[in-house]
């Protein structure tokens, strides 16, 4: 509840001219681009502190968008061929781009469009100065109204301030819906009846639940508001209740549940809810917010700090996951048709042993400050395993040479996130000691279905009974060699398949740090 702000941003009229020096214009051109990349990236990495790995990497594929071959050749062909600004020819390319996105039939992918505007516009701000796009400035708590929002608008909000937001554009799918969501802030989007009603200074009440928008309320409707919030907020009381219960099951197995993170910033959320530990550290965005590799000692750091702020509780560290959508260009990493089954994780940790070295220098090192456990991702045969194994014994001596102190005993896995794995479990299970499915890329492997893909979104189904089928298989073997075997993907916090999961033996789930409290109540409910 509130009054109401609106927020007009980058939709100055952009004029058209004629241009003699076109390489002056190209050069223009890739100077803002580059500026771009470079607000984006700090963009990104302050979206992994607020709202974690998932919901950030649309900053990601903004970055990918902005370097896309087809759209900068567009916008440069434009600019050779009609002589013009580069700031029209963004502008023009940009809408073009967004008309195509506007004309699909998935609603995802039409939600695509947003992110063409926003890209284009964030172009054209660091070609002329003078096309301000921004936060929306607010004096005081407001609720913000809107034509849209981009996402960067949206990550970039004074939250302090931020009350809700309501946009006459959008869906619930796009990329500014689910950060608000994740942040916490009741939204209404695609509001396009009543919008007119909306002035600066209107006291409204924003329901993000029913996507109702409440205009000068009368006294009933606010006193049914506020005992509804009131109703909303002792209930996620309540769920504090269980910030230290333990889920023990009725045959008497004690399930963790942890928390996943990509920053070493998460670890106050993951200790604010309670989690048992942490199920997955994403290592790879400590490269990836780099202009450079980062060092032995920057990523030792940052692996100590997370380790002695969990206070003994275990820290699971995948080794860099990178390639596939985890971009990171300092690496020069080939471009490749297939990325998803292509050069990454594992394959260039065993390829370019110098950067794996540094990685288990920092990670080993680190061990001696807490309950360190180190897990390899896309492994697909007992070969890949004993490899990385043995690198990693190779560095403990190196250390040890060294008289530097190494935790005796680490714990070492893999993830499970290929049906290879899978079908070779009973063998893997033997050389690790623990398991952890991962069900994003175990779901489109087994599935076929490119969980980037828009226009196949509806096949990508973590429920099917082939996918489930497979961690079956998993735990079975893991269980059979004596080791644990937990769920780290997204669907560790469905909760249709939390009873599954359960059933199935699964002995930890790992869910972002915001989940935890929840999954933790649920499963206490189904244990009971």
Avoid at 97 to 102: E, Q, S, V
Avoid at 461 to 481: D, F, Q, S, T, Y
Wanted: charged share 25%; with cysteine; proline share 3%.
């Amino acid at each position: 509840m509130g009054r109401v702000a609106f927020h007009r941003s980058g939709n100055a009229q952009i004029e058209k001219r004629r241009i003699e020096d076109v390489k002056g214009e190209l050069s223009r051109l890739e100077t803002a681009k580059k500026e771009a990349l470079g607000f984006l990236n700090e963009i990104y990495l302050t979206s992994l502190k607020r709202v974690g790995e998932k919901d950030s990497m649309i900053f990601q594929i903004h970055m990918m968008m902005l370097q896309d071959e087809d759209f900068l050749d567009a916008i440069k062909n434009k600019i050779e061929r009609e002589q013009v600004n580069a700031e029209y020819a963004v502008w023009a390319v940009g809408q073009e781009f967004a008309a195509r996105f506007a004309q699909m039939d998935s609603e995802y992918m039409r939600g695509r469009q947003a992110d063409v505007i926003d890209i284009s516009k964030r172009l054209i701000q660091y070609l002329d100065d003078r096309m301000a796009y921004g936060p929306a400035q607010m004096d005081e708590p407001s609720i913000l109204a809107a034509e849209d929002l981009s996402p960067s608008e949206t990550m970039q909000m004074d939250k302090a301030k931020l009350l809700a937001i309501i946009t006459r554009g959008g869906s619930k799918t796009s990329h500014s819906a689910i950060l608000s969501r994740t942040m916490g802030i009741p939204s209404v989007v695609g509001l396009e009846n009543g919008f007119e009603e909306l002035k600066n200074g209107v006291t409204v009440i924003v329901d993000g639940t029913s996507g109702e928008v409440i205009v000068e309320p009368d006294e009933n409707a606010v006193a049914d508001y506020e005992k509804q919030r009131k109703e909303y907020l002792d209930s996620q009381q309540r769920l504090r209740q269980v910030l230290t219960s333990k889920v023990v099951t009725k045959d008497g197995r004690t399930v963790a549940i942890n928390a996943n993170i990509g920053h070493p910033g998460d670890v106050e959320s993951v200790l604010k809810n309670g989690a048992d530990g942490i199920g997955l550290f994403r290592s790879e965005f400590l490269y990836m917010g780099h202009d450079a590799l980062p060092s032995e000692e920057e990523q030792f750091q940052a692996y100590k700090h997370v380790l002695e702020k969990m206070d003994g509780k275990p820290v699971i560290v995948r080794t860099f996951d990178i390639g596939a959508d985890k971009r990171v260009p300092y690496l020069n990493l080939p471009e490749e048709d297939n990325p998803a089954l292509g050069y990454r994780a594992i394959r260039i940790c065993l390829n370019r042993k110098e950067l794996f070295w540094t990685q288990l220098r920092a990670l080993l090192r680190a061990s001696a400050f807490g309950n360190l456990e180190i897990m390899f991702p896309m492994i697909i045969s007992v070969d890949e395993l004993t490899a990385a194994k043995a690198m990693v014994e190779e560095v403990k001596s190196s250390l040890a040479a060294e008289s530097i102190a190494v935790a005796q005993d680490i714990k070492i896995g893999i993830m499970v996130e290929t049906p290879a794995a899978v079908m070779m479990s009973e063998e893997l299970a033997e050389e690790c000691d623990f398991f952890s499915v991962g069900t994003n890329d175990l779901t489109q492997y087994t599935l076929a279905v490119d969980r980037m893909n828009g226009k196949i979104s509806k096949l990508y189904n973590p429920r099917h009974p082939a996918v489930l089928k497979m961690i079956r298989m998993a735990a079975e073997n893991a269980h059979k060699a004596g080791i644990w075997i937990g769920i780290c993907g997204e669907s560790a916090a469905d909760p249709e398949l939390t009873e599954a999961y359960l059933e199935m033996g699964i002995d930890e789930l790992s869910v972002a740090p915001s989940s935890v409290l929840e999954l933790r109540d649920h499963c206490l409910n189904l244990v009971k």
